[in-house]
């Protein structure tokens, strides 16, 4: 039989997927809100992997609660490839971020540039700044911070600080949190290696006792 510290291993790291799951598809649906900045830091097909990721370690959750009810091992090494798909997957997503994250601010130069002239405006006014990297980069004339060039050059205060640096905090955020999905992949993984090596250990036990003819002495 599994021991109760095996079997609370087991169950700790398969609650904290589940948790993982419902954590990235909540963020991800609610972060499509309308909010000037998280729309700004996040595209459409961000999200979308938010989704994704969190659809399939829920999947990946409800897998494993059918193949641990079941006897043998097959189910639980399927489960294994599973969650190593699983660590692929969010290896892949946290070494976007970090790599997008070391070109920042030209990254979001780009995004910023993408954006209309009223998005621009609302971002200016919002963060009382003028242009990106400079009063005439990629500056939308309007609203009350920057409402012509000579105001924007006065102002003097340029958008590419207050933008990422809400940007640089949200993304490490994210960075952080996927990478604990990754500590909880892994260590359901070994959770499941255990389980794996301990119901090996009952088959056989089993075999050798219905050779004898006896109970089981285990």
């Known amino acids: 039989m599994l021991s109760?510290?095996?079997?609370?291993?087991?169950?700790?790291?398969?609650?904290?997927?589940?948790a993982a799951g419902v954590l990235s598809l909540t963020l991800s649906i609610v972060w499509r809100q309308p909010n000037l900045l998280f729309n700004l830091t996040f595209s459409g097909v961000n999200l979308t992997?938010?989704?994704v990721l969190g659809i399939t370690l829920l999947a990946t959750f409800v897998l494993s609660l059918l193949v641990i009810m079941q006897r043998g091992t097959l189910g639980l090494k399927i489960l294994n490839w599973v969650l190593l798909a699983n660590g692929i997957i969010i290896l892949v997503i946290g070494t976007y971020i970090w790599v997008f994250t070391?070109?920042?601010?030209?990254?979001?130069h780009a995004v910023f540039g993408q954006q209309s002239n009223e998005t621009k405006i609302l971002i200016q006014d919002t963060l009382k700044c003028c242009g990106y990297f400079n009063a005439a980069d990629e500056v939308a004339f309007g609203g009350t911070t920057c409402p012509n060039q000579a105001a924007a050059t006065a102002l003097n205060?340029?958008?590419?600080?207050?933008?990422?640096?809400?940007?640089?905090?949200t993304l490490n955020n994210v960075f952080s949190t996927v990478d604990g999905f990754m500590a909880i992949v892994i260590g359901l993984f070994l959770a499941n290696m255990c389980v794996i090596k301990k119901r090996r250990e009952f088959e056989r036990f089993e075999k050798i006792d219905s050779k004898r003819g006896g109970h089981s002495f285990i």
């Open 102 to 108: 070391l070109h920042e601010r030209n990254n979001y």
């Open 4 to 18: 109760k510290k095996l079997i609370g291993a087991w169950a700790f790291f398969d609650t904290c997927l589940m």
């Open 157 to 169: 205060s340029f958008c590419v600080t207050p933008i990422t640096k809400f940007t640089d905090l």
């Open 49 to 51: 992997v938010g989704s």
